[in-house]
């Protein structure tokens, strides 16, 4: 019998190694999403007061909402998950 | 509310001001660019909102059994993040289109251009330098729901003022060269 298996050959095989890299995969999408989503709030504050109109603290919740929601996820992902 | 946030054309916008107002400068037009030139982004946005489901369909019909590795907790994280993404390309769409505006005040020209995500450019030019406005409408869909490029001449650093894709671009160019010859006349 062979058991000369390489790395790669084990992690195809492997469901739990699979699962890993699919995490790791995740957290990073999520970390980038995440600091997005802050760029997002800081962009809504200067456009803001660029042109100022009554919906503009709207926007400011919604994108404050949204970095609350990626960084609740991102955590979750890596200490729930 | 909903005029707020959904206007391409306001005649003296209420609540509405702008950087570097002064404080007997009167806002006259709030433009933006046409709605309907926000069909491509919102078609792609609904494309890409119902795309789970239809790989879940497709998955389910080819019994595919790649991604049975994956638990309940992974693919709902998953799903949740595909929403949040298509949220933000909804989201920062809306707000490229909301926060480009051309305003015309009973003392200049503004065009505030916002490019991609954090590029902000604000140019103006004072309405007694305006020489020459023209309007163009070229095409099938500006015809159909009347908006074109608006050109204005000045005779300033910046040669050229362009609203691009406004809303009746003949009522805009009229209310712009009334205001440029009262302004001229009084000088």
């Known amino acids: 019998m062979n058991y000369n298996l390489t790395a790669l050959d084990i992690s195809l095989v492997d469901p739990i190694t699979l699962l890993f890299l699919f995490k790791i995969a995740l957290v990073i999408g999520l970390s980038i999403y995440t600091l997005f989503s802050l760029v997002t709030v800081r962009q809504t504050v200067l456009l803001g007061g660029t042109l100022k109109t009554d919906v503009n603290p709207f926007f400011k919740i919604i994108s404050l909402m949204n970095l609350a929601a990626s960084t609740f996820l991102l955590l979750f992902t890596i200490f729930v998950l | ?187």
């Open chain 2, 1 to 187: 509310m909903f005029k707020a946030c959904f206007s391409d054309i306001w005649e003296h916008p209420s609540k509405v001001t702008f950087m570097g107002k002064d404080k007997d400068e009167k806002l006259i037009l709030l433009m933006r660019r046409h709605i309907i030139t926000n069909l491509p982004w919102a078609i792609t946005g609904a494309a890409l909102f119902f795309l789970p489901m239809f790989l879940t369909f497709l998955i389910n019909l080819g019994e595919i059994t790649a991604f049975d590795f994956l638990s309940p907790g992974y693919i709902s994280v998953l799903l949740i993040f595909w929403y949040l993404i298509v949220f933000m390309y909804f989201f920062e769409n809306y707000l490229v289109w909301f926060f480009n505006v051309y305003l015309v005040t009973n003392k200049r020209l503004v065009d505030v251009d916002f490019l991609g995500v954090i590029n902000v450019q604000v140019t103006d030019a004072p309405i007694e330098n305006v020489q020459d406005v023209t309007y163009s409408v070229s095409g099938i869909v500006e015809t159909v729901f009347n908006f074109g490029d608006v050109k204005i001449q000045t005779a300033g650093e910046r040669r050229e003022v362009e609203f691009e894709m406004v809303p009746n671009p003949s009522y805009v160019q009229d209310v712009v060269s009334d205001l440029a010859s009262g302004v001229n006349n009084e000088l």
